[in-house]
């Protein structure tokens, strides 16, 4: 079994900066993808960024420039971080990793509890 524990959420006024992480532990034997989603009230949940174990990254539009995904050497922990903060970005933020927990084995998807970011205007 694998948790996710994500960190880092709160409130930031406008045009601020926030550093989610993402800690990963269990039984892991690579982590082929980690990824940041969001969902605001009312609204569907959306991929906000992926990072794959190879370095590949990709961004939603409305984050590109603003937003870095980001994985430590070891690879069990993510990290978001989030420059030039505007109000639409308010939602709960979910960590997701494709965890494969031993050799030959497919990945199994993971998800984190959920981080609340807030940005006032």
């Known amino acids: 079994q694998v948790q996710l524990v994500e960190s880092g959420g709160g409130l930031v006024q406008a045009g601020g900066s926030l550093r989610l992480s993402c800690a990963a532990s269990?039984?892991?034997?690579?982590?082929?993808?980690m990824g940041w989603h969001r969902q605001a009230p009312g609204r569907q949940r959306e991929l906000v960024a992926l990072?794959?174990?190879?370095?590949?990254?990709t961004y939603t539009d409305s984050v590109k420039g603003r937003f870095t995904i980001s994985r430590d050497n070891a690879g069990n922990t993510g990290y978001l971080q989030m420059n030039s903060l505007k109000p639409e970005d308010t939602a709960v933020y979910y960590c997701?990793?494709?965890?494969?927990?031993?050799?030959?084995?497919?990945?199994?998807?993971?998800w984190g509890q959920g981080t609340q970011v807030t940005v006032s205007s």
């Open positions: 269990g039984t892991i034997f690579s982590i082929v993808a």
């Open positions: 990072i794959t174990s190879g370095g590949r990254t």
């Open positions: 997701s990793a494709d965890v494969v927990s031993s050799r030959y084995t497919a990945p199994n998807n993971y």
